[in-house]
């Protein structure tokens, strides 16, 4: 059974104090790794597919690396609009869903 | 292009009640999928649907039935609503690309059971 455990479950930063966020996963066949980013009252909104060991993506002030057992959301200089609720989930070979982790919620003060 | 979207945003049932939750999307995905989001137990998967004329159960289907109407629409129906049901619904679509696969969420459905 796949698993995906995140953690903090929840991070405070000032703002422009740069943190990581951990994803670690046991899948049966790694197809890809997805990063949400979900607001108070709506959808996860897609970030990044991370697809073999080794990979990085990034977007804006985001990063976002991936191990053979685990992901990293590098947040560098975060502002308060990145507060939110950063979401990992895990897509297998053998099927059609995602299994997703906990979320860490993230709070950036100014 | 709206994207994925869902209806109604809010709904308030009794106990035993029956409702149709709607899914639409317009980016021509094959897959379709319902989720349940709940404090403390992340986004689960009630549903999801292949491709149109399939479907299949997820992680949590027990007091649900989906309909996929066609390629862009996918309802989810609770036919005795429950307390234990009350959560926030999202669907959402996906679709693989050669090497690359996403998954996009449509806004959610805030339902209460009392």
């Known amino acids: 059974e796949d698993q995906v455990t995140q953690s903090p479950e929840a991070l405070r930063l000032q703002e422009g104090e740069s943190s990581s966020l951990n994803c670690s996963y046991t899948v049966s066949g790694l197809r890809g790794l997805f990063w949400y980013r979900q607001d108070p009252g709506k959808g996860p909104e897609f970030l990044f597919t991370l697809y073999s060991a080794g990979e990085e993506k990034e977007k804006e002030r985001l990063k976002a690396t991936l191990t053979k057992k685990e992901s990293f959301l590098h947040i560098t200089a975060p502002k308060p609009e990145d507060s939110a609720t950063y979401l990992c989930a895990v897509f297998n070979n053998a099927g059609n869903m995602l299994t997703f982790g906990g979320g860490t919620r993230l709070m950036v003060k100014p | 292009n709206a994207g994925v979207t869902q209806t109604p945003k809010f709904q308030v049932l009794k106990t035993g009640q029956s409702m149709t939750l709607q899914c639409a999307q317009d980016?021509?995905?094959?897959?379709m999928y319902w989720y349940r989001q709940d404090p403390g137990m992340g986004l689960r998967l009630i549903y999801y649907?292949?491709?149109?004329?399939?479907?299949d159960k997820g992680e949590v289907p027990n007091g649900y039935n989906v309909s996929r109407l066609n390629k862009r629409e996918f309802s989810l129906r609770l036919e005795s609503a429950a307390p234990s049901q009350t959560s926030v619904y999202f669907c959402?679509?996906?679709?693989?690309?050669?090497?690359?696969?996403?998954?996009?969420f449509g806004p959610g459905t805030r339902l209460t059971v009392t």
């Open positions: 649907s292949a491709s149109e004329g399939t479907t």
């Open positions: 980016m021509n995905h094959n897959s």
């Open positions: 959402a679509s996906s679709e693989v690309r050669g090497a690359d696969y996403e998954q996009y």
